[in-house]
Nanobody, 124 residues
């Protein structure tokens, strides 16, 4: 089991940037991590994921080229750098963990462990 705690959410204007962090603990070896988001009144959607080695990254189409996922295995922290934010990026952002054999998965049901979420609000 992996414990996850997100931080770094907040309110910004369009075009702004935020960096989300996810502190992981527990069984993090051979674990891939992902970020999902859930806009108000909508279903949870895939944002990005990163392999346990950090060598493979995957992105949702709506954030490709604007968001960047990375991880610091020494400190067991996963980051999501969000640039050029848009109002449609407003959502609760969740960090999630999945076994390495699901590497690259965009499906929430393949992630076993989840953080509590952090709110990101982007205004015009």
């Amino acid at each position: 089991q992996v414990q996850l705690v997100e931080s770094g959410g907040g309110a910004v204007h369009s075009g702004g940037s935020l960096r989300l962090s996810c502190a992981a603990s527990g069984r993090t070896h051979n674990t891939d991590f992902g970020w999902f988001r859930q806009p108000p009144g909508k279903e949870r959607e895939f944002v990005a994921s990163i392999s346990w080695s950090g060598t493979r990254t995957y992105y949702g189409d709506s954030v490709k080229g604007r968001f960047f996922i990375s991880r610091d295995n020494r400190n067991e922290t996963i980051f999501l750098q969000m640039n050029d934010l848009k109002p449609e990026d407003t959502a609760v952002y969740y960090c999630a963990a999945t076994p390495a054999y699901y590497s690259g998965s965009r499906y929430a049901f393949e992630y076993n462990d989840w953080g509590q979420g952090t709110q990101v609000t982007v205004s015009d």
